[in-house]
């Protein structure tokens, strides 16, 4: 007869994150979670859910070196819960950042501590930017205590970090991409990169699949030719279109040097997000609608589609309305011009 599986002890919980990392915690009723760290069922695992469960693990110094109750301690059990898990691995680093500042100054604090005049300060002493992420980083942290019971009211409610008004990274206009693609011609890595960079492609049968990091949306849609001759010319990797020398997938924040140092070459200011921004620009400016835009670039909620559609409507509509700018006399003269250079184009 073989050996039945022994029930798990009491008030022990496990989950999985969506890397697929298990997760051991103890929590009573309602109360904090405690991880548990090592593999399930050593010695040093037991160890560790015993002390959680008589309280000792609560009046220990964390693992990472603040004591328990404390800002830092309250930042360690945030970094090990699934909430913290689920974003992205851009925002976590960004938040990491962050969290390390705070910790250096405030780590040993008791979290109980801090009010919404304490986060006020904070964002005083940071540039508007840097203000804003700090803030957004306190918020994701807050709102997860609050609801896991470690506090009882958040400290972030009602506060603000006044952001500065920009337009983010420039758009490129036609003039950087032709000179780009006439330094990088097909054939180069640099211009598979660019060209995956406008069309943003996960190919099957044609068609191409993405699922955008920030929205977590699915965009779907065939394969341009110009794209298609691109990848055509290659060189492309063997698992993806962007790789390394050596053939093998280039990680994100080395496929963005590379591709700045490119950008440096061909003499172009710009940066893949700006290339994002040309590409929607263009699709706009030829006609696109919101809900196309929404589709194609993964975007929801259409206030980043009606920014486009609403520039390219304007410099449709002052193209169209500059001639009435004009007297008569003016009018007719300029209607004369643009007849005599169509008949000039034609005869060529």
């Known amino acids: 007869m073989s050996d039945m599986p022994r029930p798990r002890p009491p008030h022990l919980h496990r989950e999985v994150t ?14 904090r979670r405690i991880r548990i760290r090592g593999e399930y069922g050593t010695p040093e ?4 859910y015993h002390a959680a469960i008589s309280g000792k693990a609560l009046s220990q110094i964390g693992d990472n070196g ?16 699934t909430t913290w898990a689920a974003l992205s691995n851009t925002t976590r680093r960004q938040r990491e950042g962050i969290f390390r500042d705070i910790t250096r100054t405030a780590g040993r604090e008791p ?25 957004d980083a306190l918020r994701g942290l807050f709102k997860w205590a609050f609801k896991h019971q470690y506090i009882d009211s958040d400290p972030t409610i009602g506060v603000t970090a006044v952001r500065p008004p920009s337009n983010g990274y420039a758009a490129w206009p036609q ?44 965009v779907i849609l065939p ?3 110009p794209l298609q001759a691109t990848l055509d010319a290659g060189p492309v990797g063997e698992l993806t279109f962007i790789a390394g020398e050596n053939g093998k997938p280039i990680k994100k924040q080395s496929c963005a040097n590379m591709f700045r140092e490119a950008c440096r070459a061909a003499g172009v200011p710009g940066s893949p997000h700006g290339l994002r921004k040309a590409a929607a620009t263009r699709a706009a400016d030829n006609g696109a609608t919101e809900a196309e835009l929404e589709a194609l670039f993964g975007w929801r909620g259409g206030h980043m589609a009606s920014l486009y ?15 009435k700018l ?8 300029y209607s004369r011009t643009l007849s005599s250079v169509r008949d000039l184009n034609e005869k060529k």
């Open 66 to 81: 603040f004591p328990a109750k404390s800002f830092g301690w309250l930042i360690e059990q945030y970094r090990q819960s």
């Open 326 to 333: 004009l007297s008569e006399r003016d009018a007719n003269i």
């Open 309 to 323: 559609t609403r520039t390219a409507n304007r410099s449709k509509l002052a193209r169209g309305a500059a001639n």
């Open 45 to 48: 695992f037991m160890a560790a």
């Open 111 to 135: 979290y109980s501590r801090i009010d919404s005049t304490a986060v006020e300060r904070g964002i005083s002493r940071r540039k508007p930017n840097a203000a804003q992420h700090f803030l």
């Open 175 to 218: 003039e950087w991409c032709d000179r780009f693609e006439a330094h990088w011609p097909r054939g180069t890595r640099q211009r598979v990169a660019y060209d995956v960079f406008i069309y943003r492609p996960h190919v099957k049968n044609g068609i191409a699949t993405i699922r955008t990091e920030k929205s977590g949306g699915k």
């Open 223 to 225: 394969i341009l030719p």
């Open 18 to 31: 969506r890397h697929g990392h298990v997760v051991w915690f103890v929590r009573i009723n309602k109360g």
